[in-house]
């Protein structure tokens, strides 16, 4: 089994900045060997998808509305990836999910039914 624990979520105004951190831990998968994203899911809307990275870190996805603003990466040491969000929207508001599967391929994983594992969430809420 493979644990997931997001962080860094909290109350930020908006044009603000955040961190999100999701560590990776358990016994039968490296971090390593994971293909990762992020997903968010908003108060009375379906969850989806952020950003997604290969097991490498070559490849990455982002979905339109976060272009340019965030980025996803991953740090192999200490088993753990992150969302650097910037110039955030009261519209990023949302719960915040890491999700993983294991691959070892080049290719990123857009969607939630993609993924094996999943950690509990961290709300971020961005006020006006």
């Not at 105004?13 to 060997?33: D, H, I, M, N």
């Not at 994203?37 to 979905?63: C, D, H, L, M």
């Not at 929207?89 to 719960?95: F, G, L, M, Q, R």
């Amino acid at each position: 089994q493979v644990h997931l624990e997001e962080s860094g979520g909290r109350l930020v105004q908006a044009g603000g900045s955040l961190r999100l951190s999701c560590a990776a831990s358990g016994r039968t998968v490296s971090e390593y060997s994971m293909a990762m994203g992020w997903f968010r899911q908003a108060p009375g809307k379906e969850r989806e998808s952020v950003a997604a990275i290969s097991w490498s870190g070559s490849n990455t996805y982002y979905t339109d509305s976060v272009k340019g603003r965030f980025t996803i990466s991953r740090d192999y040491v200490k088993n753990t990836m992150y969302l650097e969000m910037n110039n955030l929207k009261p519209a990023d508001t949302a719960v915040y999910y890491c999700a993983a599967v294991a691959d070892r391929s080049e290719i990123y994983y857009p969607h939630a039914h993609q993924y094996d594992y999943w950690g509990q969430g961290t709300r971020v809420t961005v006020s006006s």
